[in-house]
């Protein structure tokens, strides 16, 4: 029969050699063997790691508390030692389930080794990984002063001349400590955590790739998102860069496990192009290599990749409505909202508000193909998804955004009903008009002016003529005959100006812009009592612009003496009518 030091040697080396099955039995015989003490508590504490290595938790847990049940209470070093090992272990196992129990065990834990540190610096290591422990408990509990305290006492603490810490664990206490001060949107000390930590992760690069690469590209990661909550996005989408460069080199090596990391880089780097940066083709190529990476994922394994595939999808929708391509954008919503409406008759109640998002923009891309390609057929399209959308929403009561899009889905609903053939061409010569008004203004040519100036006079004729009873555009109308009578006063030809204003006044549209052309018209045509009269009428008036006749009338003279069409110049005009030149109001 093996005696005690042969079966821990032997169960050591089985150990070392990555053996638990082999080792766990071998430790087992060494309990029945040892006598109660530290030596039997170190035994029983390596058998509670090995059952958890093997897959039973439980076990492990009930061999930790077996441990401080079996404690003497001598208060030896190595006995405080092994009870500090259970307590620390206990709080991990208790960490996910039961924080607050995993509070009390750390709590515990950091006691016993804070005794043993005061007489023996050497247990300073143990006392600083009780902190971490209790520090990451805190931080699962949104204590972030508590874990910060218990993170910095960690880094504090010395082993001799050296940290207590090693570079690793120095690292992971910089980067915990980022986490906590990112979550508190405190992102000048975020940065400043987790750039110490990549620097410790850096340095062990050259030695161990394979271990330290992944731990830089999280940092890179972190760094990124501190930046976007500092609003420095250049730097952002640098840092970004910087993880996409070191996930493809870590995919290429272990694609089944980093790839999704990749997808997951270029779809952030995405959003941060796209919004704030306003950078939307640039957004669409780095979601076009997440959408192609989450579709392979999502075809080896869709249970666990479809639902970042729809995003996907969803948000090269997004993006594309925001280019020239924006007709591109159909094909990807309604892969989107195919994708969202499967995954929610899978998972009912999971998936709804996606569904919704999806629908919305969809919608709004309706909307867009009704008003600026006139392609009516998409309103039938859209009450049809209004319809679909309805039940959706009805799965959505209590969630947060359900508000919103109610508002939003009752607006398209009142919009796809009611819109027609004389809507959209409404919208259509608004739009126009803004164009053409845009170029109007951009030239100094009389000649541009007015041929820009008869097609808006055309269109609304035109669309008069089919539409006499639609008020929404007998504004615009009146502003256009107004505007070709200027360009017609311009010119030196009142006679045909008057006609132009005359159509206009048929409209019934009250406009001192017309009043004032009329008076321009009196005036050249050399009725200057009544030009007088009628700028004195209209002088106190306003206009859209919030700017006064009078000004409006003085800066016109000057205008047409530039055209060369005014009887003198603005000045003579302005006293031979008992006007000061600097501006229109009655002679003292």
Not at 201 to 218: E, F, H, I, M, S
Not at 269 to 284: T, V
Not at 422 to 438: A, F, G, S
């Amino acid at each position: 029969m093996e005696s005690l030091e042969e079966n821990i040697q032997r169960a050591e080396a089985y150990l070392r050699s990555s053996r638990p099955d082999l080792a766990a039995p071998l430790y087992e015989k060494s309990l029945q063997q040892a006598s109660s003490g530290p030596l039997w508590m170190h035994l029983n504490n390596t058998l509670a790691r090995l059952k958890e290595l093997q897959g039973d938790p439980g076990e492990a847990r009930e061999r930790f508390l077996q441990t401080l049940g079996g404690a003497p209470d001598d208060r030896e070093p190595e006995t405080e030692h092994q009870k500090g090992i259970a307590l620390n272990n206990l709080g991990r196992l208790s960490l996910q389930a039961d924080p607050k129990a995993a509070l009390e065990y750390f709590e515990k834990a950091v006691n016993t080794y804070q005794d043993l540190a005061d007489k023996d610096p050497r247990f300073n290591p143990h006392l600083a990984h009780s902190f971490m422990a209790r520090g990451e408990a805190y931080f699962l509990r949104k204590k972030y002063w508590f874990s910060k305290k218990d993170y910095k006492a960690a880094l504090a603490l010395r082993s001799g001349s050296d940290h207590a810490l090693d570079p690793d664990m120095r690292a992971l206490a910089h980067y915990q400590l980022g986490a906590n001060y990112t979550d508190e949107f405190n992102a000048y000390d975020a940065r400043t955590q987790y750039r110490k930590a990549l620097d410790l992760y850096r340095a062990g690069l050259a030695g161990d790739p394979g271990k330290y690469r992944p731990l830089v590209a999280a940092c890179l990661n972190n760094l990124a998102v501190v930046h976007i909550q500092l609003e420095e996005y250049e730097k952002a989408a640098s840092y970004y860069e910087e993880t996409l460069e070191t996930y493809r080199e870590l995919a290429r090596q272990k694609p089944g496990v980093f790839r999704p990391y990749l997808a997951s880089t270029y779809a952030n780097l995405g959003i941060l192009y796209a919004d704030p940066m306003k950078r939307f083709s640039d957004a669409y190529q780095a979601n076009a290599q997440a959408l192609e990476i989450y579709a392979d994922l999502a075809a080896r394994s869709p249970e666990r990749y479809t639902h970042y595939l729809a995003t996907a999808y969803h948000n090269a929708g997004i993006y594309t409505l925001e280019t020239p391509s924006w007709p591109q954008a159909k094909p990807f919503l309604s892969k989107a909202l195919a994708t969202r409406r499967q995954l929610e008759e899978k998972q009912p109640g999971v998936f709804g508000a996606d569904f919704c998002a999806s629908a919305l923009n969809l919608l709004e891309f309706y909307q867009r193909m009704i008003e600026e390609r006139q392609e009516l057929q998409y309103k039938a399209a859209g009450l049809e998804l209004l319809e679909e959308s309805g039940a959706f929403l009805e799965s959505l009561q209590g969630h947060p955004a359900v508000e919103n899009m109610k508002t939003d889905f009752a607006y398209f609903r009142k919009y796809f009903e009611a819109v027609d053939e004389e809507t959209i061409r409404t919208l259509d010569l608004l739009r126009k008009i803004r164009q053409w008004d845009e170029e109007i203004d951009s030239t100094v040519d009389l000649a541009e002016k007015e041929a820009f100036q008869a097609r808006i006079l055309k269109e609304l004729q035109a669309f008069q003529k089919d539409y006499p009873e639609n008020g929404v555009l007998r504004r615009p109308l009146a502003l256009a005959y107004n505007n070709m009578a200027w360009l017609r006063l311009a010119q030196g030809a009142p006679g045909e100006a008057r006609v132009l204003l005359d159509q206009a006044s048929t409209l019934g549209v009250v406009l001192p812009a017309l009043d004032c052309n009329l008076a321009h018209c009196d005036l050249l045509e050399g009725h200057s009592a009544r030009a007088r009269e009628t700028y004195l009428a209209v002088a106190s008036l306003k206009n859209e612009s919030n700017k006064a006749f009078g000004e409006i009338i003085r800066d016109d003279l000057g205008r047409l003496e530039t055209y060369g069409v005014l009887p003198g110049t603005a000045r003579e005009v302005l006293k031979a009518m008992g006007f000061p030149a600097e501006g229109i109001s009655p002679a003292v």
